[in-house]
Each structure stands twice: as C-alpha cells, then as structure tokens.
C-alpha cells in the first residue's frame, strides 16, 4: 500500500462510485478496479460491495479507509513540514526545562530572539531546581535540559559556559573572618550544597554563622540588599546585584565554578525544531563568550564577574 492507494480509497467512499472516482483521480476506471482488487486481495479481505446503484465499504473498508485518511493527512502534515522547514519556517514543539534560575535570567531572551527567527516553533517550559530537571529529562517528561551542576549525563551533552561562585553582601570583607559575618543560606541542588560546605570545611573549622534559611535565591538577594549579611552564590543570580561581589576559589587556587550544561535525548535529533534549537543554543552562547564587549553589554554582571574570574 502506498500513498496513491490511500488517496484512492478516499476517493472510491467519497463518490462511491467508481466511474466518478476513476473521473476525479484521471485514471481509467479498469486500472482503478484493478487496483481496488488487488488491495483486497493483498490484504485477504474484500473492501467494496458492487451493486447498482454503486458501491459500498464493508467493515473491513470502513475500517481501511478511516486509517488511510489519518495516514494521508499525517503524510501531508509532513510534507508540510518539510517544506517549511526548506523554507526556513520551522514548525514543531519543544519541550524544555531550565533551571530556576537560568529561567529568569537566560531563557527570556534566548527564546525571543530564537522565535524571532522561527515564529512557529513552540514552548513547553518547565522549570525548577537542577535536580528535579534531570529527573524529568531521565522520565522523559521533557527532551532538552539545561542544567547546572555536575550531573552524568550518557546521551548528547554540551557545556554552554561555566560560572564563578561567590561571595555575596553589600559591605567588603575579608574571607578569614567569614565565620563572625552573619550569613544568609538558600535551598539549592543537592551537589552545589555539598560542594559550598567542602570549600566552607577546607578553610574552617567552625560552622558557619547562618542565622537565614531561605527557600530560593530571590528571597536571599533581598535580604542581601536589606544589609543583612553575606551569602554564596552562583553569580548568575547576583545579575541585579549592586553590592560587593567576590568569585572564590579552592585553597588550591582552582576557581570554585559551576557548569551550565545541555542534556537533550539522543532519539531527538533528528526532530528539526530541536536540532536547530540546541545549534541555536550552542552558537548563542559561543557567541556571548567570544565577544566580551557584546556581552558586557547585555549581561554586565555576571560577564564581568566571568572574565575577572577565568581571565
């Protein structure tokens, strides 16, 4: 069966006739009883009944014809969809998670100017902590992640940039007498919490003096403005922060820095509204991290805190 049979069958029960069928379809009418009976007997089962006043489906034809018309309009969706694509209108549905953070500062304008060049892509956006994005990459509730932390990932992966950790308040400090500064503690992934006490525990041996626990970041940059005290904190949420700021290291001298990473499943690739988006991703940020000018202008934080870092 291919795609003439099923525009055929269409035909035959929309005019129930074969002589008006075989007029609409320009064939000939025996090359269309040919055809008919030779699907029936491919298929052992009989699709028509013939009487005079013409013809009728039979269960089996009823059945047939209503998947061949399903069949077809998928066929035409993807013809459509391969022309737009030629074209350049890309068509499809993504369905994306982000990170909390990367949601509120990143994603808006990656999608604006993505959807600048291809105004009938779709977003299906979910975002929440790291952790819970790679749980939902694994359960495939979603097919790209962008994710920060260090998380194993066996598919397709990229690193889009790396951020410093830093120290956070609106009054300068020294690092030595952290243990006596009040300070301000955030909900964050499971291996980012591990990691600020390893660099906390190579360095001291007292606990920190953490008089706030807040449940996200936006809530900790408030009390940061307040005067509160002083946080750790991934410079990409200190974006809309104006006090003192200073990237850490490890006693090592290694930056202490956390991966912004692409996950996306391998079986996607080959969908096109996600392929070009994970290229677009990737030459965005590329681009960003190559031009420093160009990107101090549209991220001035957390790009002078990048260049001062890894310089």
């Not at 600020?196 to 953490?210: D, H, L, S």
Request: proline content about 5%; overall charge negative; glycine content about 4%.
């Amino acid at each position: 069966m291919n795609d003439n049979d099923l525009h055929f069958l269409m035909t035959l029960n929309q005019e129930r006739s074969l002589t008006k069928a075989a007029e609409k379809l320009f064939i000939s009418q025996p090359a269309l009883s040919y055809r008919i009976r030779a699907l029936e007997k491919e298929l052992g089962v009989p699709l028509f009944l013939r009487s005079k006043t013409g013809i009728e489906l039979t269960p089996q034809g009823e059945y047939l014809v209503e998947f061949a018309t399903k069949q077809f309009n998928q066929i035409q969706r993807m013809k459509e969809e391969i022309h737009a694509i030629e074209s350049e209108e890309l068509m499809g549905t993504i369905h994306l998670g982000t990170s909390l953070v990367f949601a509120r500062y990143e994603l808006p304008l990656l999608i604006k100017e993505f959807l600048d060049l291809y105004p009938k892509v779709k977003f299906n956006v979910v975002s929440s902590h790291s952790s819970n994005i790679f749980t939902m990459l694994n359960n495939q509730e979603i097919n790209v992640g962008i994710i920060r932390g260090d998380f194993k990932w066996h598919e397709e992966s990229h690193i889009l940039f790396n951020e410093p950790i830093c120290l956070a308040s609106m009054t300068d400090f020294k690092i030595e007498d952290l243990p006596d500064i009040p300070r301000i503690k955030f909900k964050t992934d499971p291996v980012l919490y591990h990691q600020i006490n390893q660099w906390w525990n190579e360095r001291f041996n007292t606990e920190p003096k953490v008089i706030i626990e807040t449940s996200n970041t936006d809530t900790c940059l408030e009390m940061l403005k307040a005067g509160i005290g002083y946080s750790i904190v991934p410079s990409l949420g200190l974006q809309d922060f104006n006090g003192f700021v200073q990237p850490v290291k490890w006693l090592s001298g290694e930056p202490f820095s956390r991966q912004t990473n692409l996950f996306m499943r391998s079986q996607v690739n080959s969908q096109p509204a996600i392929r070009v988006f994970t290229d677009f991703v990737l030459k965005f940020y590329g681009d960003k991290f190559r031009d420093s000018k160009n990107s101090e202008e549209q991220r001035k934080n957390i790009m002078r805190l990048y260049l001062d870092f890894f310089e």
